[in-house]
């Protein structure tokens, strides 16, 4: 069975409701028998390639108090699900880069090791202040993943995926994504937004069932 989840790496809830789904398949046992299919959306289509502190940019959008309350308040409830969020240390920059790789982690080796790669891309955005638009740590993290080093480095440095991925991204805006995460069942349920590995556990029982 395949789950598709629009989402985007520079996304702190995306991070939160992709590890309660993880959370959710190890509860029920569906682990092997379950892929989730990453699909690309952005958040800021435009976002510079020159990465810049995130604090700086969310205050900069909402402003000093709300800033500091927003990602005090992701950061809690994070801690209260096992994720740790360093926003000191997060960097804003143009994830397209990053969804160019898992759109080829997807084509070249399949669902499982392109979850395993967004994990890896979450973890490197919000707990480790990894330049996720960064070639060569881009690379580092592929090749964690399973990805093959050698032909990471040469998808980088081509043109490739960027149509697709910038398309995909703008048909999901065209049929209505506007929130994200954005979980899509095979019986047609759909969850928008982090809730809770329960009820992502519940969705997954009654997709299996039919």
Not at 157 to 179: C, D, K, L
Request: glycine share 8%; net charge negative; aromatic share 6%.
């Amino acid at each position: 069975m395949n789950v598709e989840v629009y989402s985007d790496i520079a996304c702190p809830w995306c991070r939160l409701g992709t590890y309660q789904f993880h959370r959710a398949m190890d509860a029920t046992g569906a682990t092997p028998d379950v892929d989730l299919v990453h699909r690309p959306y952005l958040l800021d289509p435009d976002a510079p390639e020159e990465p810049r502190p995130l604090t700086e940019a969310v205050i900069e959008l909402f402003g000093p108090e709300q800033a500091e309350a927003m990602l005090t308040g992701m950061t809690r409830l994070g801690a209260d699900e096992g994720i740790e969020y360093r926003f000191d240390r997060a960097v804003a920059v143009s994830t397209l880069t990053a969804h160019r790789l898992l759109w080829l982690a997807l084509n070249d080796h399949g669902a499982k090791v392109q979850a395993a790669l967004a994990t890896a891309l979450f973890d490197a955005q919000f707990r480790d202040g990894v330049n996720v638009a960064d070639h060569p740590s881009l690379t580092d993290l592929a090749e964690r993943a399973g990805l093959d080093g050698g032909r990471v480095r040469t998808f980088l440095a081509s043109g490739n995926g960027v149509a697709e991925v910038r398309e995909q991204a703008a048909t999901a805006r065209r049929n209505g994504v506007t929130t994200v995460p954005r979980f899509v069942f095979e019986n047609g349920e759909v969850i928008v937004g982090a809730t809770s590995a329960e009820a992502l556990g519940d969705a997954l029982r009654k997709a299996a069932a039919g």
